[in-house]
């Protein structure tokens, strides 16, 4: 497949600054990624604020998350399993594999994302109560998860085929997927939830329109004349052995996910048990601002997975490790910056999704705990990333587990039983996985793969 001049500029790694690379992919994804939050986070805004029962429709809407997460869980799966063999196949110059790999990508997508509709409608009830809604908060989560499942499959569409638009070096596109689909969403929110009164069910409704827009655009942008690689039926048959790799490699997304999904049911359900529908209400709250801060973490960790990737596949091993070490600096910068910012200043970012002044006091101590040493997650998500660019499944996935499954769900589950603790004590447990959990991960990555990008540096310059 011929490239023209413009194309091969773009998405051509191996040559300019590794860390201008970076940042012309992470800018316009990561500003995507802030606009992808919107899709749910103008929900929580708008329903937060609805008069005598924004609480309620709030915490609502939370206990949701674990469903969302799930089917985002999915996109991962298939979308950054799919996306790091492209880049390394086209960065090895064997375009008709790389044609396949996003081929079945987009095959596997669709069919899970239609069979998660059904199976999640089907027993959608017993699961929100078992996530944490009671009676009162129950009606409104059923109202916004139903509607929301007849779109999962956009959603998984527009999440998973993006990866394809950014590791062509397309940015500033995959940036319009998401950009399209939050100014739908922004503008019909409030229509849907104030002027046609439908309160949870329109904040759903303006989701779905939202999202179909997203995947339509995503779609029809690789399968078009300005893609690198483009979108083509006869790739979409299904190779098995494909997926298999495809899931081996986006198999640490897909744990990712589902772990917070799980961390999420355990947080709600300890939280009911020991504090009721007000601190459900609260982690809702902070769920919502950690998505918001940690975007750009995300936006430049996935930015850089294509451009380390695509530099493994070139055999550029100095470039590699000058791309993990870029990633990393700049994300413990932010990361400490941020969490400086919440600890002095927690009230601003609390008020966006609620006016009620029990539940903005129960967040701030909520806050101070859950966000401590928030600088260690950054190094976690820098080790896992590295490793996922240079298709190590298991190590990521390895890491994924520890730090969800093995600290922060028994953490959830032990510490609110111990020295009265209580609520305090599920938030306690983020801060201690994130020390535990990052460290591990990192100190792993510079172990094994910074020691081999060192060494196969050392053999290419010898047989040089």
């Known amino acids: 497949m011929r490239e023209t001049a413009a194309q091969s500029q773009n998405s051509d790694f191996s040559r300019g600054s590794v860390a201008k690379n970076i940042l012309r992919l992470a800018v316009p994804m990561t500003v995507a990624q802030l606009i992808h939050v919107l899709y749910s986070v103008v929900d929580r805004m708008y329903l937060g604020h609805i008069p005598g029962v924004g609480a309620d429709a709030l915490t609502g809407v939370g206990i949701t998350f674990p469903i969302l997460t799930i089917i985002t869980a999915f996109a991962n799966l298939f979308g950054m399993g799919g996306s790091p063999l492209f880049s390394i196949e086209r960065g090895k110059g064997d375009a008709e594999k790389a044609k396949r790999i996003m081929g079945n990508t987009f095959a596997m997508l669709l069919y899970t994302g239609l069979a998660l509709m059904a199976v999640i409608l089907l027993f959608k009830k017993p699961l929100l109560y078992a996530f944490g809604a009671s009676d009162i908060t129950f009606p409104y989560a059923d109202g916004y998860i139903t509607i929301y499942l007849c779109g999962s499959l956009f959603v998984m569409v527009g999440l998973g085929m ?37 309160g949870v069910q329109g904040a759903a409704i303006a989701t779905v329109i939202a999202q179909f827009v997203s995947a339509l655009w995503a779609v029809s942008f690789l399968r078009g004349r300005k893609a690198v690689i483009r979108l083509e039926r ?23 996910a589902v772990t917070n999904s799980a961390v999420q ?20 709250v902070l769920n919502s601002v950690r998505e918001v801060v940690s975007t750009p973490i995300s936006g430049l960790t996935s930015a850089a997975q294509p451009v380390i990737g ?47 002044a029990a539940l903005r006091e129960a967040c701030v101590p909520a806050m101070h705990i859950y966000f401590f040493g928030f600088f260690m997650m950054s190094l976690q998500n820098a080790g896992q990333s590295s490793a996922v660019a240079l298709g190590r499944s ?66 290419k310059a010898i047989a040089v």
Do not use: H
């Not at 049911?265 to 982690?283: A, E, H, P, R, W």
């Not at 447990?429 to 172990?447: D, H, K, Q, R, V």
């Open 162 to 198: 993006n990866n394809f638009i950014n590791a062509q070096g397309f940015g500033r596109k995959g940036m319009m997927t998401v950009l399209l689909g939050a100014v739908v969403n922004i503008a019909l929110d409030p229509l849907f939830i104030f002027v046609l009164n439908l």
């Open 234 to 256: 006869s790739a979409m048959r299904l190779q098995w052995r494909l997926v298999g790799r495809i899931c081996a490699l986006g198999f640490s997304g897909f744990i990712m």
């Open 265 to 284: 049911i355990v947080c709600n359900s300890t939280l009911q048990l020991f504090g009721g529908d007000l601190y459900v209400g609260v982690m809702t």
């Open 310 to 356: 695509f530099n493994y596949g070139a055999e550029e091993y100095r470039r590699v490790r000058k791309g993990i070490k870029f990633m990393s600096i700049l994300c413990v910068l932010y990361t400490t910056l941020v969490w400086l910012i919440l600890f002095v200043a927690p009230q601003p970012f609390i008020a966006i999704f609620t006016e009620e």
């Open 394 to 459: 298991k190590q990521a996935v390895f890491f994924s587990l520890l730090r969800k499954a093995v600290i922060v769900i028994p953490l959830t589950l032990l510490l609110p039983r111990l020295f009265g603790l209580g609520v305090d004590g599920v938030f306690l447990a983020e801060p201690i996985s994130n020390f535990i959990g990052g460290a591990a991960c990192y100190l792993t990555m510079l172990l094994t793969i910074w020691r081999e990008m060192v060494r196969k540096e050392r053999e």
